[in-house]
T-cell receptor
Framework: KQEVTQIPAALSVPEGENLVLNCSFT??????LQWFRQDPGKGLTSLLL?????REQTSGRLNASLDKSSGRSTLYIAASQPGDSATYLC??????????????FGAGTILRVKS | GAVVSQHPSWVICKSGTSVKIECRSL??????MFWYRQFPKQSLMLMAT?????????EQGVEKDKFLINHASLTLSTLTVTSAHPEDSSFYIC????????????????FGPGTRLTVT
């Protein structure tokens, strides 16, 4: 059974800092990995999607890396801003037929950027 | 971009009543829709997968007679919580997968804004 773990569970940083969020998964048979942002009481916003054959994806101040063999991904946020405060979720899409290509989510990292 | 809406955004109902939540794909056709439940400070847990025109597939531990899912069209799926109890209070999020075309990313899902259900 695939398990996705995110570390740290919560993070508080001053504005302007660069930070790294970590995601690990137990089963490397993934189709892709996706990072989402969730604001309190809201749905999910997709940030970055990395296919299993890719090593990283970048969008603005965000950079996500994937090391499938070791079961790890990191989300790097440069020059953090108060508006980045949210919960960040990591999810992997499985390839195995028994998983039905489902997304398996981590518990998330709650980020607070202080002004 | 692809947009998924949910209605209502929040609902309060009395214990024992039923409540229906709608999920719509606004600008694309969704062969497959997913329903998730999220408890406070926890991650999303998949409840069921529905394919248009067929019965939903429920995850282990999810009561199909309590959580009725209908996916009657390519743009609408509904989740009905029957005989709701306080323990059903949660944040319900739907997600839609676009019918795959040559220009889309396979299996990409788009998420709705969620519905907060409170059962008193």
């Amino acid at each position: 059974k695939q398990e996705v773990t995110q570390i740290p569970a919560a993070l508080s940083v001053p504005e302007g800092e660069n930070l790294v969020l970590n995601c690990s998964f137990t089963d490397s048979a993934i189709y892709n990995l996706q990072w989402f942002r969730q604001d309190p009481g809201k749905g999910l916003t997709s940030l970055l999607l990395i296919q299993s054959s890719q090593r990283e994806q970048t969008s603005g101040r965000l950079n996500a890396s994937l090391d499938k063999s070791s079961g790890r991904s990191t989300l790097y946020i440069a020059a953090s801003q108060p508006g980045d405060s949210a919960t960040y979720l990591c999810a992997v899409r499985m390839t195995a037929m028994e998983y039905g290509n489902k997304l398996v989510f981590g518990a998330g990292t709650i980020l607070r950027v202080k002004s | 971009g692809a947009v998924v809406s949910q209605h209502p955004s929040w609902v309060i109902c009395k214990s024992g009543t039923s409540v229906k939540i709608e999920c719509r794909s606004l600008d694309f056709q969704a062969t497959t829709m997913f329903w998730y439940r999220q408890f406070p400070k926890q991650s999303l847990m998949l409840m069921a997968t529905s394919n248009e025109g067929s019965k939903a597939t429920y995850e282990q531990g999810v009561e199909k007679d309590k959580f009725l899912i209908n996916h009657a069209s390519l743009t609408l799926s509904t989740l009905t919580v029957t005989s709701a109890h306080p323990e059903d209070s949660s944040f319900y999020i739907c997600s839609a997968r676009e019918t795959w075309t040559s220009g889309s990313i396979p299996y990409e899902q788009y998420f709705g804004p969620g519905t907060r259900l409170t059962v008193t």
